[in-house]
């Protein structure tokens, strides 16, 4: 049976570390402790037993594909644990942000060959001067999402 037949029951914690470590976005854990919960066999087996066969995990949050390559691992890590448990995982594409300060390490003028451009300048996203938004219809932009799609289906699977 397909999700189609048994209806989608989701969870997900699609931030990667960095970005974690930069909001300070944690609960009652240290954002370290609650990242390798989440990549635990216990915390995916967990999410089984309470009837969830989806699992949305971290991807892509704009940073450039070598910049999140180590984290791409944890990635790896977390869809094996799901396939072994039998769930489902999608991995979260932030389709909707630039952060230049790590992506300039691939492209250093991915801002002007990849933001998008309004009327006050770069517009970003969010109110978070480091993140800014970019233009969907730069054939850079339309090349990075290929890009990260391929890596997602052939590569992590």
């Not at 989701?10 to 470590?21: I, T, V």
């Not at 976005?25 to 989806?54: C, D, P």
Request: glycine share 10%; proline share 5%.
């Amino acid at each position: 049976m397909g999700l189609r037949e048994e209806g989608i029951r989701a969870f997900g914690s699609w931030e990667m570390l960095p970005f974690r470590l930069r909001l300070q976005a944690g609960g009652r854990m240290s954002v370290e402790v609650e990242y390798a919960w989440e990549h635990a066999e216990t915390f995916i087996r967990g999410l089984k037993q309470r009837g969830f066969n989806v699992y949305i995990t971290h991807f892509s949050k704009g940073s450039g594909i070598a910049a999140e390559a180590e984290y791409r691992e944890d990635t790896r890590k977390v869809v094996q644990l799901c396939h072994k448990h039998g769930l489902y995982a999608g991995g979260y594409l932030r389709y909707t942000t630039l952060i230049p300060e790590t992506f300039k390490l691939e492209m250093p003028d991915c801002i002007e060959r990849m933001a998008a451009v309004g009327p006050k300048g770069f517009p970003r996203y969010g109110g978070q001067y480091w993140r800014y938004m970019p233009c969907p219809s730069s054939p850079e932009v339309i090349a990075y999402l290929e890009s990260l799609i391929d890596i997602a289906i052939n590569d992590i699977g």
